[in-house]
């Protein structure tokens, strides 16, 4: 399985990016998709998903992003985006896409990393 992260880039506060994550190599349709973030010396972390069709396509973001990022799919074209608005300089990292299934209350990646985005917010 194939993971392509594209988007990032550089971006004053307040500003906004879309990245795109194409997957190749899996039925896309079947999982659950996720972006993860990871920002130099932190842990990777989940920032949102998107479930499958089957379960709606239902969608969840971590607190710190709500109300700015929307994650959506495509599976037509088996792809997954974020959109990001009102960014802040805290969102600062390098960004992930994975597909993920929940295991006991946590989610957790399925496949191996792919290569990430980068994402720079000055201030």
């Known amino acids: 399985v194939q993971l392509q992260a594209s988007g990032g880039g550089l971006v004053q506060a307040g500003g906004s990016l879309r990245l795109s994550c194409v997957v190749s190599?899996?039925?896309?349709?079947?999982?659950?998709m996720g972006w993860y973030r990871q920002a130099p010396g932190n842990k990777r972390e989940l920032v949102a998903y998107?479930?499958?069709?089957?379960?709606?396509?239902?969608?969840n973001l971590e607190d710190s992003v709500k109300g700015r990022f929307t994650i959506s799919r495509d599976n037509a074209k088996n792809t997954v985006y974020l959109q990001m608005n009102s960014l802040k300089p805290e969102d600062t990292a390098v960004y992930y896409c994975?597909?993920?299934?929940?295991?006991?209350?946590?989610?957790?990646?399925?496949?191996?990393w792919g290569q990430g985005t980068q994402v720079t917010v000055s201030s």
């Open positions: 994975n597909a993920v299934i929940k295991i006991g209350s946590s989610w957790t990646n399925i496949f191996q």
């Open positions: 190599g899996s039925i896309f349709s079947n999982n659950h």
């Open positions: 998107i479930t499958n069709a089957r379960h709606g396509g239902t969608t």
